[in-house]
């Protein structure tokens, strides 16, 4: 069997060369005349770009995920506060629950549910106030109307607009004799 394979030859490096880097000729400066950026300006607005870029990265990858962190923080705060809320709510419902469940409760429910009378009792309904009317107009009878309905709503009663009488411009005569 023979054993044919392809063999490249490295190219030698010279001894003076031994322990350089293989990137030497990237970091040897550039003639002028074969850059890509000749101008200042152009190199400039590369570094601009370049810090631009490097503050983005730098932003999702540190700033944002903190900031989430806090938001998630006061969200679990707020929940917390709610389950808190919740946990009040179902203490009283079960103190309710087992109120219920004793005859008294049982009888106050009926009588407040259904309207349960016992023997001997006279039940008496008593209704509400009707709804005040709102849109009432402007003028002697409808303003004390108006004020009394402010009064039943809880607010400070409208300012009553006075009728106003204008006197007279000329004096009244009097009915006594004149004198000639």
């Known amino acids: 069997m023979s ?10 490096r010279a001894a003076a060369d031994v322990g350089r880097s293989r990137l030497g000729d990237s970091t040897r400066p550039v003639v002028r005349e074969r ?5 200042w300006r152009g190199t400039l607005l590369l570094g601009v770009v370049a810090a631009a870029i490097a503050s983005a990265l730098a932003a999702a990858l540190f700033l944002l995920p903190i900031r989430t962190l ?6 679990i ?8 809320e919740l946990e009040a709510v179902v203490a009283d419902l079960r103190r309710e629950v087992d109120r219920l469940r004793t005859e008294d409760g049982i009888r106050e429910a009926a009588r407040e549910e259904l309207g349960f009378v016992q ?3 006279i039940r008496e309904t008593v209704l509400g106030f009707p709804p005040l009317p709102l849109d009432l107009p402007n003028g002697w009878p409808y303003s004390l109307v108006n004020q009394i309905t402010a009064l039943r709503r809880g607010g400070a009663p ?3 607009n006075p009728v106003s009488v204008t006197p007279p411009s000329t004096p009244p005569t009097s009915l006594a004799p004149v004198a000639p």
């Open 35 to 39: 850059r890509i950026l000749t101008d």
């Open 158 to 160: 409208p300012a009553v």
């Open 77 to 84: 705060a707020q929940r917390s506060e709610q389950v808190d």
């Open 119 to 121: 023997a001997g009792e």
């Open 70 to 75: 806090f938001d998630q923080n006061d969200r």
């Open 3 to 12: 054993d044919r394979s392809t063999h490249l030859a490295r190219p030698r």
